[in-house]
Structure formats: structure tokens, C-alpha cells
């Protein structure tokens, strides 16, 4: 299973970014897709997460309202929609692929890592 992260990028406060990631290596029923991010420093921690079938998606309480997870089955992409970019979203973005039904923001279920995407938001 291969994940590939992009559309990261420099933007100002109240901008907006999407962010793409790209499945490949195995067909994708069956697993949960979530978005984590990282600051140097600090653990890395969930951001978003939907399930195969696309009607479950959970956010953290930090991006609720603002960013928006989708997934496009035919293309196996997981989107992650940004708006209202505040400072403190700046983060090495990762997307992960977990081998199960339920959604879940443990990391720990999460077996497949893409490469990371930074998004740096300027004030």
C-alpha cells in the first residue's frame, strides 16, 4: 500500500488549501482513511477521518467547521478541504490508510503512512 500526500503550500491566515492523497497497491474496502499533522516537538495528532463508503467522517474539535474530509472511490483519493487557515494549522500534514470498518483517530490503528505534505500559514 503506497499514499502520496500533496497540495501543501504557503498561504495566509483565512486562505484556503486542499489537500490530496493519492491510494494505491490494493484495493481500498474495508479501510478507513484519516489525516494526521505534526509540529516538531509534539506528537503527531488526528485531524480528520472517513470511512471507504464515504458517509462517516469524524473531525477533530481544532478543525471542525473549517476543514472538510471527501473521497472519490473510483480515483482511491482522500481530499482534505481547508478553509479559514489559521496560524496555528501549520503542520507537516500526513495521510493514513487504517485496515478496518470503524473510524478511529488512534494513530496506533493506522498501518499505512504517506510521505507528508507541509502547510505553513502566515499571520
Known amino acids: 500500500v503506497q499514499l502520496q500526500a500533496s497540495g501543501g503550500g504557503l498561504v495566509q491566515a483565512g486562505d484556503s488549501l486542499r489537500l490530496s492523497c493519492a491510494a494505491s497497491?490494493?484495493?481500498?474496502?474495508?479501510?478507513?482513511m484519516g489525516w494526521f499533522r505534526q509540529v516538531p516537538g509534539k506528537e503527531r495528532e488526528f485531524v480528520a477521518v472517513?470511512?471507504?463508503?464515504?458517509?462517516?467522517?469524524y473531525y477533530s474539535d481544532s478543525v471542525k467547521g473549517r476543514f472538510a474530509i471527501s473521497s472519490d472511490n473510483a480515483k482511491n483519493t482522500v481530499d482534505l478541504q481547508m478553509n479559514s487557515l489559521k496560524p496555528e494549522d501549520t503542520a507537516v500534514y500526513y495521510c493514513?490508510?487504517?485496515?478496518?470498518?470503524?473510524?478511529?483517530?488512534?494513530?496506533?490503528?493506522?498501518?499505512?503512512w504517506g510521505q507528508g505534505t507541509q502547510v505553513t500559514v502566515s499571520s
Open positions: 493514513a490508510a487504517a485496515r478496518r470498518v470503524g473510524i478511529t483517530t488512534d494513530r496506533s490503528q493506522y498501518a499505512y
Open positions: 497497491g490494493r484495493t481500498f474496502s474495508n479501510y478507513v
Open positions: 472517513i470511512n471507504w463508503r464515504g458517509d462517516i467522517t
